[in-house]
């Protein structure tokens, strides 16, 4: 079911939001105190334990060298403009579509925090079930998925499309992680007042 958010409801009561920062060299400096629940949600539990994440280098958790990039490009904008930015992304689950946002604010000695607003989530129709195989060379992927729209692309077109569109059939469909060149053209947007 559909959870729009209400004007008058703050979005940390309505949905989960979860805050990280990072320090000049991107390594995490800190966790929202809700980070261990929402990685329990995510089934992370284990491997995102705040013991095994604060101190570490941010891209340890960022599974492709596109996406990698893609956001150290993001922090050095950020800290460069000195400004709050902020645009929109996609983090689904198997079961839900969720529209997410992700805000970058800079604040001193160049640590960055970035903040994901969950700001509404609706249901597939059919679960999709995509596993990550970035981290494997031998695994053979089927598509490549954008790590901010979530669509995704068959290994040899050319054509991007939502991520339900795509019959995934039974099992799991394996893919790669990168950014495609619409959110890699994306503008990030100036916000006046922090939320
Ligand atoms: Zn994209």
């Known amino acids: 079911m559909s959870q729009p958010v209400t004007e008058n409801q703050s979005l940390e009561q309505a949905l989960e939001t979860v805050t990280l920062t ?3 060299d991107n390594y995490i400096l ?10 329990a949600a995510g089934n992370a539990a284990d491997s995102l334990a ?12 960022i599974s492709s060298d596109t996406t990698r990039m ?3 490009t993001c922090l050095k ?3 460069l403009k000195k400004a709050t930015l902020f645009r929109p992304y996609r983090c689904d689950s198997t079961t839900h579509k969720r529209f997410m946002e992700l805000q970058l604010t800079p604040l001193d000695n160049q640590v960055v925090e970035m903040k994901h607003f969950l700001l509404k989530q609706e249901p597939f129709e059919t679960p999709l079930h995509f596993e990550d195989i970035s981290h494997d060379a031998h695994a053979l992927p089927q598509l490549l998925r954008c790590s901010m729209c979530n669509k995704v692309r068959p ?9 339900e569109h795509y019959q995934t059939g039974s099992g799991s469909t394996p893919v790669i992680h990168t950014i495609c060149p619409d959110c890699n053209g994306m503008v990030w947007q100036k916000r006046s007042r922090p939320r």
């Open 30 to 39: 800190s966790l929202s105190s809700n980070w261990e629940a929402v990685a």
């Open 70 to 72: 893609y956001v150290e």
């Open 155 to 163: 290994i040899q077109g050319d054509h991007w499309s939502a991520p």
């Open 22 to 24: 990072v320090d000049a």
């Open 50 to 61: 705040c013991q095994k994440v604060i101190g570490k280098p941010l891209h340890e958790f």
């Open 77 to 79: 904008l950020c800290r």
